[in-house]
């Protein structure tokens, strides 16, 4: 069963950074393409980043240029590494491929 378990949430200090990984079991992560979403407290969940199955990346209006998407083949993880933190991009992330979830990350950034 495809599962997808994320991790590396935590609470930074604005303007820093962290990096966050979805660990895929079931399928290998360069078969299809995996996004990264997030929601926070009262609002709907957006798209931050995705990355297609031929390593193509994407990335919402609201986080270009401070986050970037990548994965590793070999350890079946894709990763989000988010610099230059902003107390907005407070959420809980979550990995996302087609219908399947992680529980989610929390992350908060602090002012």
């Known amino acids: 069963q495809m599962q997808l378990v994320e991790s590396g949430g935590g609470l930074v200090q604005s303007g820093g950074s962290l990096r966050l990984t979805c660990t895929a079991s079931a399928f290998t992560v360069n078969t299809y393409a995996i996004g990264w979403f997030r929601q926070a407290p009262g609002k709907e969940r957006e798209g931050v980043a995705t990355?297609?199955?031929?390593?193509?990346?994407d990335y919402g209006d609201s986080v270009k240029g401070r986050f970037t998407i990548s994965r590793d083949i070999a350890e079946n993880m894709v990763y989000l590494q988010m610099n230059a933190l902003k107390p907005e991009d407070t959420a809980v992330y979550y990995c996302?491929?087609?219908?399947?979830w992680g529980q989610g990350t929390q992350v908060t950034v602090a002012s």
């Open positions: 990355i297609t199955s031929a390593g193509t990346t």
């Open positions: 996302n491929l087609a219908t399947y």
